[in-house]
């Protein structure tokens, strides 16, 4: 039953993914709802794996490929990473039933988000580092077509720039891969551990790596083509932002850097430094932009700054706040991209200085785009309070004054995103006859809403999964 359950995670949407312009020929609405089951299918298979990931705080169920090496593993991080994606995923294509209805290319559309969760549930369980590799190339193919999803001059130039960029950093974080396969014989997970046996992994080789983790989770310098994706539909942004794209990156950094490879204690150093300099330029460049989906675009940039540091830190707090702040990041920035969908497919601008006095007219997403903003800010009781919490009190214990930039980059989260609300929802109206989006798409931000609350309020489910997963991390290394 396990091996199945794995297979089928990974197997549905990217197998399944194929069969959609088939579907569609049947009946669109037949192609929808296949779309949303082969996303759903992940989702409720990794349920079905906590309690097998969970067992003994420490064990973890792989089993072998043909070619002999590990193929799949199932622990509690990978578990809740593929609940993470596919959850969120699920909701972001309910949305697009809405958003996506009246627009050429639907079959494509559907195919490669499909395809995209798909090659995210492959990576996450992946045992291998060509594995890894294989589907993270996936991922940047998938990112490329749905960028530049409108066919227009500058969506192909910007779909071009995030390709080439993430590509890059692959190509070299693939050297990195062969590197460690120098230095351990293997690419296998668990037989690299094994060898390592406590070693650390050559400096250069996580130097390799590391271009690709931030290059693929738009870290500075590497965060410019992030803000560009804007251009793509708003599902395709908030897939990007909340629930696969840069994920990715947070997520392999967590498989190798904690769970897998020991590292030089310099490392610990230097990343939060980097992720604390990301945080605040990207905050600060939000203060300044007017385009509101560039705004949550930046915003995304920084809060991935907070991420890398609950992991890089290294120690139970700040981990367990890092891949908490995954799940709660994902919730709210999906629901303030998706509310920010609802806006522009009405008022057809993303200039936030054009709109005004948008609550009467649009009174769910208004509340929906709040509630979400708090949990992002770290208000109290919202999901995101508790992760942005457990990071930087995990930071301050660790002695490290780089948990004050932090804290300063909280405020400028607040600045910025309450600049936004402001700036749409009160004030004088500027635009008449506005109202809110489809059924279908009000819904969706709705009920994102009502998850960042019920994420702080009723955090007890995740943050047992997460402990598990941090505690098999640090008993692994």
Request: aromatic share 14%; glycine share 10%.
């Amino acid at each position: 039953m396990f091996n199945q359950l794995i297979l089928l995670s990974v197997g549905c949407p990217v197998l399944g993914a194929f069969l959609l312009p088939a579907f569609s020929r049947l009946s669109e609405k037949l192609r929808n709802a296949a779309a949303l089951l082969l996303v759903l299918v992940p989702f409720v298979a990794a349920f079905f794996l906590i309690p097998e990931a969970s067992v003994d705080k420490g064990r973890v169920f792989q089993f072998l490929s043909p070619i002999g090496s590990h193929l799949f593993v199932v622990d509690a991080l990978s578990v809740f990473m593929a609940m993470v994606s596919s959850f969120i995923g699920s909701l972001i294509i309910v949305y697009s039933f809405g958003y996506i209805s009246h627009y050429d290319n639907r079959d494509e559309y559907y195919l490669v988000v499909v395809l995209f969760l798909g090659s995210m549930m492959g990576l996450v369980y992946s045992a291998n580092l060509i594995y890894i590799y294989v589907f993270w190339e996936v991922t940047a193919f998938c990112c490329w077509r749905l960028i530049g999803f409108f066919r227009g001059e500058t969506h192909i130039f910007r779909a071009d720039k995030a390709f080439l960029v993430t590509m890059a950093g692959s190509l070299i974080m693939l050297v990195g891969f062969l590197g460690v396969y120098h230095q351990t014989g293997s690419f296998d997970l668990a037989i690299i551990k094994e060898r390592l046996n406590g070693i650390p992994i050559s400096s250069f080789y996580v130097f390799l790596i590391l271009f690709g983790i931030l290059s693929k989770s738009a870290t500075l310098p590497f965060h410019t083509w992030l803000p560009d994706a804007g251009v793509a539909p708003t599902p395709v942004t908030a897939l990007l932002h909340a629930a696969v794209l840069v994920k990715i990156g947070v997520y392999v950094y967590a498989r190798l850097f904690v769970a897998t490879f020991p590292i030089e204690q310099f490392w610990h150093i230097l990343i939060p430094i980097l992720a604390g300099i990301s945080a605040l330029v990207s905050g600060c460049a939000a203060l300044l932009e007017n385009d509101i989906k560039r705004i949550i675009a930046y915003s995304t940039v920084s809060q991935i700054g907070f991420i890398f540091l609950g992991l890089s830190i290294g120690n139970e707090v700040a981990l367990l706040g890092g891949l908490l702040y995954i799940l709660m990041h994902g919730l709210s920035k999906a629901g303030l991209f998706l509310c920010a969908g609802i806006i522009e497919h009405a008022s057809h601008t993303k200039d936030i200085t054009k709109l005004g006095g948008l609550f009467s007219a649009m009174p769910v997403t208004a509340v929906s785009f709040l509630i979400c903003a708090f949990s992002v800010m770290g208000i109290p009781p919202f999901g995101g309070f508790f992760s942005k919490y457990f990071v930087i009190i995990g930071a301050a214990k660790s002695g490290l004054g780089i948990a004050c930039f932090f804290l300063f980059g909280a405020v400028l989260t607040m600045l910025y995103l309450m600049r936004v609300f402001n700036a749409i929802f009160m004030g004088e109206t500027k635009m008449e006859g506005l109202h809110e989006g489809c059924p279908w798409m009000v819904g969706t931000v709705a009920s994102l809403a009502f998850l960042s609350l019920a994420g702080g309020v009723f955090s007890q489910f995740p943050v047992d999964l997460v402990q598990t997963a941090v505690k098999q991390m640090l008993g692994a290394v």
